[in-house]
C-alpha cells in the first residue's frame, strides 16, 4: 500500500528552525515530483515547494522563499523540508504529497496522487 509519513513536527521559537520528513513507501519513489503543502488554522490548503523526480529542480511560495528548502534523497525513498527563519503564520499542519504526470512538480494541488497523513508545526514565542 502507498505511505507517505511526514514526521519532525513539533514546536519552534519565531527565528528558530525545523527539519521535516516524509518517508514514502508502495510505489516507485525515484518516478514522481514531490511537494510539501501546509493548512493553517481556519485556512484552506497551501502549495509551498516542490521537486522535480530527480531532484534537479525545486519550486518555491513566495511565502517560504528564501527561508525553506525542499530536498530529496531517492535512495531513501525521503523527502525533507528545511524550515529556517520559521515566523508565527508558518504554524500549519504540513503534508507531502507525490505527483507522476508532472515531473517537474506543479503547484496544483489537485494534481497531486498521494498524500501523507501530515504533521503539526507549531511557531510561536
Known amino acids: 500500500q502507498v505511505q507517505l509519513v511526514e514526521s519532525g513536527g513539533g514546536l519552534a521559537q519565531p527565528g528558530g528552525s525545523l527539519r521535516l520528513s516524509c518517508a514514502a513507501s508502495?510505489?516507485?519513489?525515484?518516478?514522481?515530483?514531490m511537494s510539501w503543502a501546509r493548512q493553517a488554522p481556519g485556512k484552506g490548503l497551501e502549495w509551498g515547494s516542490g521537486?522535480?523526480?530527480?531532484?534537479?529542480?525545486?519550486y518555491y511560495a513566495d511565502s517560504v522563499k528564501g527561508r525553506f528548502t525542499i530536498s530529496r534523497d531517492n535512495a531513501k525513498n525521503t523527502v525533507y523540508l528545511q524550515m529556517n527563519s520559521l515566523k508565527p503564520e508558518d504554524t500549519a499542519v504540513y503534508y507531502c504529497?507525490?505527483?507522476?504526470?508532472?515531473?517537474?512538480?506543479?503547484?496544483?494541488?489537485?494534481?497531486?496522487?498521494?498524500w501523507g497523513q501530515g504533521t503539526q508545526v507549531t511557531v510561536s514565542s
Open positions: 504529497n507525490a505527483v507522476f504526470h508532472f515531473p517537474l512538480a506543479t503547484m496544483d494541488l489537485g494534481e497531486y496522487d498521494y
Open positions: 508502495g510505489f516507485t519513489f525515484s518516478s514522481y515530483a
Open positions: 521537486i522535480a523526480s530527480d531532484g534537479s529542480n525545486t
